[in-house]
């Protein structure tokens, strides 16, 4: 059954298919969120959030639209009410150990180490948008028609910022490597 048509049957009282959506999708919003906020256990919060609101809002889901735009809207949702209602409790300062959502194997190399943690540093010298650009494009895989439609805007005006945002990160990444 597809995504969509679980939806549907949420969207018409079948709360049982809530729970195949969840199986579906809840490691990869939990990914995205926990690359956003760069805290594991804030993710996992956020995540329930996600779901929560999509039964809670389930009849704002339109028939023939993608479920997976659906749902990745909802968790930018999530994502902007959090960062919003804490925004003063934000400080420049990311703690890069509380981003290790156990990315680093014990037996890799230092080289690699040093290489990803320079990389999760750089991500987070990123503006949100950029951020969650490339999040959703290099981490999540979603083409940018997707992205566009999530973003409510062109795929142009995704390819421009995408770009735009590897740069901004390659930058960040050489800068801090001379370091």
Do not use: C
């Not at 969120?33 to 039964?55: H, K, P």
């Not at 969650?132 to 062109?154: N, S």
């Not at 740069?167 to 001379?178: G, V």
Request: charged letters at 30%.
């Amino acid at each position: 059954m597809t995504d969509e048509l679980l939806m549907e049957a949420v969207k018409n009282g079948d709360l049982q298919q809530a729970s195949v959506l969840f199986e579906r999708y809840n490691k990869r919003i939990f990914n995205f969120l926990a690359r956003m906020t760069m805290d594991r256990a804030l993710a996992e919060d956020l995540t329930q959030n996600v779901f929560l609101r999509m039964i809670k809002y389930r009849s704002s889901y339109r028939e023939g639209a993608r479920f997976q735009s659906w749902i990745y809207q909802v968790a930018r949702n999530i994502f902007s009410d959090h960062y919003q209602a804490h925004k003063n409790k934000f400080s420049d300062f990311v703690d890069v150990e509380k981003v290790s959502d156990n990315l680093y194997d014990p037996d890799e190399s230092q080289r690699i180490d040093e290489q990803e943690q320079l990389l999760q540093r750089s991500m987070a010298m990123l503006s949100e948008e950029q951020r969650e650009l490339l999040v959703l494009t290099r981490f999540q895989h979603m083409k940018y028609e997707e992205v566009a439609v999530i973003m409510d805007t062109t795929v142009a005006n995704i390819k421009v910022k995408v770009h735009r945002a590897i740069l901004k990160l390659r930058e960040h990444y050489f800068e801090l490597e001379k370091i």
